[in-house]
T-cell receptor, first 112, second 115 residues
């Protein structure tokens, strides 16, 4: 059973701080990794995608991938109350299709 | 970016009736679409992969005769929940895959409540 694991949280950080979200996956052949943000009652929206080891930055967001350790993380700098949501880690189990395996999500609370 | 439209956004139906949910790719042709179900405070669970012009591929434990999927065109996939029961109440979300995209795009989701 291929799995993607996340701490369910809630992770509480003060406004302006860095929020660090982590995800581990079990399938060593996974090629593509994604972070989605989901507000309550809404559909997930893509925050970041990462395919190679190392860091990828986009605005306040930085995704980090370590395939040897099978983990991917998301850093949110200068956290805002509007960042409060559930963050889903997703792994594409086959680079030829987009069949995602989702983690259970980490609930982030940014305190004003 | 690519847009995926899902309709309806919410529906309430009586137990025993059938409900159809549509998923459309608005600005690209989607050879593959995915249907997910999400129960409260749980993650998205893939139900089935919808392939244009061929039968859908269902995940283990998903009843194909209860969740009918039709992908008759490159821009439309439908999910019909047949003989719905209260335990089918959930948030159903579709995503569409375009061959050369590097990520899938999600519809807005459909909140189904069976009473």
């Amino acid at each position: 059973q291929k799995e993607v694991e996340q701490n369910s949280g809630p992770l509480s950080v003060p406004e302006g701080a860095i929020a660090s979200l982590n995800c581990t996956y079990s399938d060593r052949v996974s090629q593509s990794f994604f972070w989605y943000r989901q507000y309550s009652g809404k559909s997930p929206e893509l925050i970041m995608s990462i395919y190679s080891n190392g860091d990828k930055e986009d605005g306040r967001f930085t995704a980090q991938l370590n395939k040897a350790s099978q983990y991917v993380s998301l850093l949110i700098r200068d956290s805002q109350p509007s960042d409060s949501a559930t963050y889903l880690c997703a792994v594409n189990e086959n680079s030829g299709t987009y069949k995602y395996i989702f983690g259970t999500g980490t609930r982030l609370k940014v305190l004003a | 970016g690519a847009v995926v439209s899902q309709h309806p956004s919410w529906v309430i139906c009586k137990s025993g009736t059938s409900v159809k949910i549509e998923c459309r790719s608005l600005d690209f042709q989607a050879t593959t679409m995915f249907w997910y179900r999400q129960f409260p405070k749980q993650s998205l669970m893939l139900m089935a992969t919808s392939n244009e012009g061929s039968k859908a591929t269902y995940e283990q434990g998903v009843e194909k005769d209860k969740f009918l999927i039709n992908h008759a065109s490159l821009t439309l996939s439908t999910l019909t929940v047949t003989s719905a029961h209260p335990e089918d109440s959930s948030f159903y979300i579709c995503s569409a895959d375009r061959v050369f995209l590097t990520e899938a795009f999600f519809g807005q989701g459909t909140r189904l409540t069976v009473v």
